[in-house]
């Protein structure tokens, strides 16, 4: 079998691994070993020539791909469904007292259950920490001038 067609081969299965992987690596080892193949294929004098194409055009596409790929695998996570509910402020509309274990806040147009570290008085306003199952765990809306200002209160 001809050099160029074992660079060919190799260049094959370092493209199956990555696509087994998904980690973007063995994709710019196996462009390199195609390169390879080509010079082989091109020039069949010196051995030598094969692999110095394939070690600097492997070093030259992990260089201009890496940011790349790096675009394509980071991908910003958005929150969604009860993930989003973090942050947002609430009514109280049942007191919440982890004493009795009572409490109900309302996010929208939707009512949750909802524990907290302190008493909050029935039409209080809270900001939501975290979610444990279907009970939101919150805190008391602190009073902010800026916000006052801001919101037009």
Do not use: H
Not at 20 to 48: E, H, N, Q
Not at 78 to 107: C, F, H, W, Y
């Amino acid at each position: 079998m001809e050099t160029y067609g074992i660079w060919i081969i190799v260049g094959v299965i370092a493209l199956i691994i990555d696509l087994l992987s998904g980690t973007l690596f063995m994709l710019w080892v196996g462009g390199g070993c195609f390169v390879a193949a080509l010079v082989s294929w091109l020039s069949p004098g010196p051995s030598w020539a094969p692999w110095a194409a394939f070690a600097v055009s492997t070093a030259i596409l992990l260089y201009l791909g890496r940011p790349l790929a790096r675009r394509f695998r980071e991908q910003k996570v958005v929150p969604s469904n009860v993930d989003a509910m973090i942050g947002k402020e609430g009514i109280v509309l049942e007191t919440i007292d982890s004493v009795q274990n009572t409490g109900r806040v309302r996010i929208g147009s939707e009512e949750w259950r909802a524990r907290a570290d302190e008493r909050i008085e029935s039409g209080g306003r809270v900001c939501v920490l975290g979610i444990e199952g279907a009970t939101l765990i919150v805190t008391g809306w602190a009073e902010d001038p800026m916000y006052q200002s801001a919101s037009g209160e």
